[in-house]
């Protein structure tokens, strides 16, 4: 699996923007992966927010975000962000970068536990 490595994350006022990225361990690349960002607050489940597929360059997010996070990916910096405008406190969670190695976003969905996963990073959005 390959290892990702995620930033960005921190403490923000309601209505202002974050920039995650998530980064391949030097030596791998994430171009034959597709990608996907996963958030989870105490209590509950992890849910998916955002994804990408490795061909094509098709983007999917949840309804929550949509219109205001933005997944996007530099595979010559092995590296996928996730631009997030217009924050709000439920958007409070630990941000999970995935990948799957020439997989769908959908399969990255429904069969999380084969995702490489990284170790997730805070963002907290206060009112």
């Known amino acids: 699996q390959v290892q990702l490595i995620e930033s960005g994350g921190g403490l923000v006022q309601a209505g202002g923007s974050l920039r995650l990225s998530c980064t391949a361990a030097p030596g791998r690349t994430l171009s034959t992966y597709a990608v996907g960002w996963f958030r989870q607050v105490p209590g509950k489940e992890r849910e998916f927010v955002a994804g990408?597929?490795?061909?094509?360059?098709?983007?999917y997010y949840s309804d929550s975000v949509k219109g205001r996070f933005t997944i996007s990916r530099d595979n010559a910096a092995e590296t996928v962000y996730l631009q997030m405008n217009n924050l709000t406190p439920e958007d409070t969670a630990v941000y999970y970068c995935a990948a799957r190695f020439r997989g769908a976003v959908g399969t990255m969905v429904r069969e999380p536990d084969s995702n490489a996963w990284g170790q997730g990073t805070q963002v907290t959005v206060s009112s």
């Open positions: 990408a597929g490795w061909k094509g360059g098709s983007t």
